[in-house]
């Protein structure tokens, strides 16, 4: 047995099984994750985004609204700051920050989202690499806008290294995920729909994201609670004093 992401205990037991996938519940901190986890290669194949590229991208016009009201709640933290979204998608996030006066960069590793992307909000600069090779850029970021990835990374230790090592010290991140312990979740879990292996791979609380972000030198510093929609939504900053 690996040991927890979260917490590096060894004891687990079983959570539920969903799609002939098994989930575990960590004895010690609570965590509910995928085991055995799935190779990358096989979490990447999971993904289809022939749906995706130049010209084409679903829900385009109501997803540049939602992506604007997103960016409105958030621009103290944004506004003449370099910035970034990672899982970017079609880049409407990216381009809301911009519209409001962010130095706006997408990183995503979907070739039709990029394309469509680029081409449709040319002023922002798109990436389609991994967290890997991003990193190997070196560069920092004031801001990090960060929704619904997490909950589908494999390895979530190596993701956090990644938010951390682009976050510059008293940077933002604004991350969301399902919420598991939200009281709207069905008390038979493989009802819910966010409980979809292996499209999501392990499933926070609010006490499991505090700890894995305390882990990784961020500080949660406000929490965002929605009655009806059963979602974590956290902005916490990294240890450190700001440059800016």
């Known amino acids: 047995m690996d040991a927890c992401p979260i917490c590096d205990?060894?004891?687990?037991?079983?959570?539920?099984?969903?799609?002939?996938?098994?989930?575990?519940?960590?004895?010690?901190?609570g965590f509910v994750f995928l085991f055995p986890m799935p190779s990358p290669e096989a979490l990447a194949d999971v993904y289809d985004d022939e749906a995706f590229g130049i010209g084409r991208y679903p829900k385009a016009t109501s997803r540049k609204r939602r992506a604007l009201f997103r960016a409105l709640g958030l621009w103290p933290y944004f506004?003449?700051?370099?910035?970034?979204?990672?899982?970017?998608?079609?880049g409407f996030v990216a381009e809301a920050?911009?519209?409001?006066?962010?130095?706006?960069?997408?990183?995503?590793?979907?070739?039709?989202s990029i394309a469509y992307a680029k081409d449709a909000f040319p002023r922002v600069r798109f990436f389609e690499e991994t967290f890997e090779t991003f990193l190997a850029r070196g560069e920092t970021f004031d801001f990090i806008?960060?929704?619904?990835?997490?909950?589908?990374?494999?390895?979530?230790?190596?993701?956090?290294?990644?938010?951390?090592?682009?976050?510059?010290?008293g940077a933002r991140i604004f991350l969301t995920t399902p919420d598991i312990a939200h009281p709207a979740v069905p008390e038979d879990v493989t009802q819910w729909?966010?409980?979809?292996?292996?499209?999501?791979?392990?499933?926070?609380?609010?006490?499991?994201?505090t700890r894995l972000f305390d882990a990784h030198g961020f500080d949660i510093v406000k929490r965002y609670?929605?009655?009806?929609?059963?979602?974590?939504?956290?902005l916490a900053r990294k240890r450190g004093e700001s440059t800016a």
Do not use: W
Request: net charge positive.
């Open 9 to 29: 205990g060894v004891q687990t037991a079983f959570y539920a099984r969903q799609n002939e996938f098994d989930f575990v519940v960590c004895r010690d901190c």
């Open 79 to 90: 506004v003449r700051k370099d910035s970034i979204d990672v899982g970017c998608g079609g």
């Open 97 to 112: 920050m911009r519209r409001l006066g962010a130095r706006a960069s997408g990183l995503d590793i979907s070739p039709g």
């Open 225 to 234: 609670y929605k009655k009806n929609a059963p979602t974590l939504q956290v």
């Open 145 to 169: 806008h960060s929704s619904e990835v997490i909950e589908h990374i494999g390895d979530v230790k190596s993701y956090m290294k990644f938010l951390s090592g682009i976050a510059r010290p």
């Open 193 to 209: 729909d966010m409980f979809s292996p292996p499209r999501h791979v392990q499933l926070f609380t609010q006490a499991t994201l």
